[in-house]
């Protein structure tokens, strides 16, 4: 189906091309707290997963009222689950457990192989009159771009699109699969590869 | 009809029938040590692996295996398997039945110990929901009856211990004639049908809850569940967890025989794509890639990126799509790719052939270029998915294009 070429390649070397926003690195990290983390995933069947990235969200140690949160980008990972053997000596109790730890490890080694590739930095105060709690300052915003550099503008939305692709076979049909994150003119797609997708369904 | 068979346990070989190593007698004992208690668990492919270990560390190896397989829950640092076993095999060496009120004075040291039957299941299922002593008379032997129940309350397992003059047999012809089955019951070698039909009136007037006769009429609620699949040694739940595993298909592939320098992104490949329009409506395409954005495996002293590549072009107005697949390679001095780390190179895309459509890479159907060239007039998405074929790096772009 597919051949391996073998091509001639030109040698130009190709500058950076300039942004609107600035080009800066995000803030370094190390001593955050995490506070919350969660997948960013699409659910294509009960049967059928797709993990992409992380959404982390940390807490300044030293100022607790200043977040940020990160978006991390690692390889699709495409999940289909197994039926559980059909056998009544079979604890399904004892087997959750095991796709517990499963899952956990798998998690735990995806999030080593994530990038981050867009982080938001906002602050918090009590609002005097209301005693609720309202944004404080800028929210800065560091986004990836495709050769590895952060672009970084203040106050500026992230868009975020979901998107769909054709998939033949048993479906044929559009699906949903992936997301594009948007700023400043340039973003940032999450999707896994159509063909392991259909590999995917079609396994047993 | 009365037959003349004999009543015999379907059972594993007995523990005693597993030889441990006689090359070392420390080996030895520990190995009997072991097969004594936790025998009727080993498996026999675990058998055969501990009968061929002859020294004391390597049967300990086995053992820290054995169980760490069975764990039942791995995210713990106990092993709570053992330790549900170990708590049934003290609760058999102290003869927890001997003040049952339901069968009082049962032991199981009178039933073979460790290795009998009663000890057999004792082991696998622990104490049994509903158990009950009948005692038998001339023609009839006494019974005694555990009864185990699922969690839809529906009988799993009813065991017929039959004990002819201190001899305890588990009952196990529930595959046969309803008249061979009394024969089980009975004191006598060759009962008559009269005796038989006394030991069915026996039962009738003093099994009032039907307990003792419904054990040797069915084993299980469940036509699937058998006497020998009950107490087969079980797969270690580890095993049977690995095989019901989910799978991934979006795992990286690296053949371990190929060698790798991995670019500087741990998921994605740095480049970027270009679109270009000319005055005649011609539209190409081309990729700038970073040298350092990307996997390059290591051929003598040039690297070779490996790339799958996918572009879908679908008019906003009629949905009709157009496709293309490669899977393509290219090779450059490594010299090179070192010295240029944060250099771009050039991959002009327009003349790679197009294997969307065929399973013959003799036969492509025709290239990029041809697709440019042959979509209608209009406005289009074009989905571009681009893939290291090993690590499965990518980078995905979504552009929209008007073709005039």
């Known amino acids: ?204 | 009809m009365v037959s003349a068979f004999f009543s015999v346990s379907i059972v594993e070989a007995a523990p005693s029938d597993k030889n441990c190593t006689s090359q070392d007698a420390d080996a030895k004992k520990y190995c009997n040590d072991f097969m004594e208690k936790y025998g009727f668990f080993v498996t026999n492919p675990e058998l055969k692996d501990l009968k061929s270990r002859h020294t004391l560390k390597s049967i300990e190896e086995f053992e820290a295996d054995f169980w760490k397989k069975r764990d039942t829950d791995p995210n713990t640092s106990d092993n709570e398997f053992k330790i549900l076993i170990d708590r049934r095999l003290l609760e058999i060496q102290t003869e927890i039945l001997t003040v049952d009120f339901d069968i009082p004075g049962t032991l199981f040291s009178s039933t073979g110990g460790l290795k009998g039957d009663m000890a057999h299941v004792y082991l696998f299922y622990g104490m049994p929901h509903i158990k009950r002593r009948l005692s038998g008379n001339q023609y009839m032997a006494d019974l005694m009856t555990w009864y185990y129940f699922d969690e839809n309350g529906r009988v799993l397992f009813r065991f017929l211990f039959i004990n002819k003059l201190g001899r305890v047999l588990l009952f196990d012809r529930h595959n046969f004639s309803f008249e061979y089955r009394l024969e089980a019951l009975s004191m006598n070698i060759n009962p008559t049908v009269y005796e038989l039909q006394i030991i069915l009136d026996y039962l009738f007037m003093r099994d009032p809850e039907n307990l003792f006769y419904a054990s040797v009429v069915e084993f299980s609620y469940y036509s699937d569940m058998t006497l020998s699949k009950a107490l087969d040694p079980p797969d270690p739940i580890s095993l049977i967890a690995e095989r019901t595993k989910p799978l991934d298909f979006g795992q990286s592939n690296i053949p371990k025989d190929k060698e790798f320098i991995y670019g500087k992104f741990k998921s994605f490949i740095g480049a970027n794509l270009a679109i270009n329009g000319d005055k005649t409506n011609k539209i190409s395409m081309e990729l700038m890639v970073l040298y350092s954005g990307m996997d390059w495996e290591v051929i003598k002293d040039r690297g070779r990126g490996n790339f799958d590549l996918r572009i879908s072009f679908q008019n906003k107005v009629t949905r009709a799509i157009s496709e293309f697949e490669v899977r393509f390679s290219f090779e450059i001095d490594l010299a090179k790719i070192k010295a240029n780390p944060d250099s771009y190179f050039r991959i002009e895309l327009d003349d790679l052939k197009n294997y969307r459509n065929t399973n013959d890479p003799e036969n492509p159907e025709g290239t990029l270029k041809d697709i440019t060239a042959s979509i209608e007039p209009g406005d289009y998405v074009v989905n571009i998915d681009l893939r290291d074929t090993y690590t499965r790096k990518y980078m995905s772009w979504q552009e929209h294009i008007i073709k005039k």
């Open chain 1, 1 to 204: 189906m597919r051949k391996i070429l073998l091509l001639v390649i030109l040698l130009i070397p190709w500058p950076c091309r300039a942004q609107t926003a600035s080009i800066s690195p995000p803030p370094d990290l190390s001593g955050w707290r995490e506070v919350s983390r969660s997948r960013i995933e699409v659910v294509i069947s009960e049967s059928l997963n797709i993990y992409m990235g992380f959404d982390i969200e940390y807490v300044n140690p030293v100022n607790p009222n200043e977040f940020i949160r990160v978006i991390t980008k690692h390889r699709p990972s495409i999940i289909k689950g197994r039926n559980a053997p059909n056998d009544r000596l079979i604890s399904e109790v004892v087997l959750s457990r095991y796709a517990e730890r499963d899952r956990a490890q798998m998690t735990e080694e995806l999030f080593k192989e994530a990038d981050p590739v867009i982080c938001v930095k906002w602050r918090i105060k009590k609002d005097p009159r209301t005693g609720k709690e309202i944004q404080d300052g800028d929210i800065e915003t560091w986004f990836r771009v495709n050769s590895g550099d952060w672009l970084f503008n203040k106050n500026q939305e992230i868009r975020v699109e979901f998107l769909t692709e054709h998939i033949d076979g048993k479906l044929n049909k559009n699906i949903l699969l992936g997301r594009k994150y948007s700023f400043a003119g340039v973003y940032n797609i999450f999707k896994p590869s159509r063909s392991d997708i259909m590999l995917a369904m079609e396994a047993k």
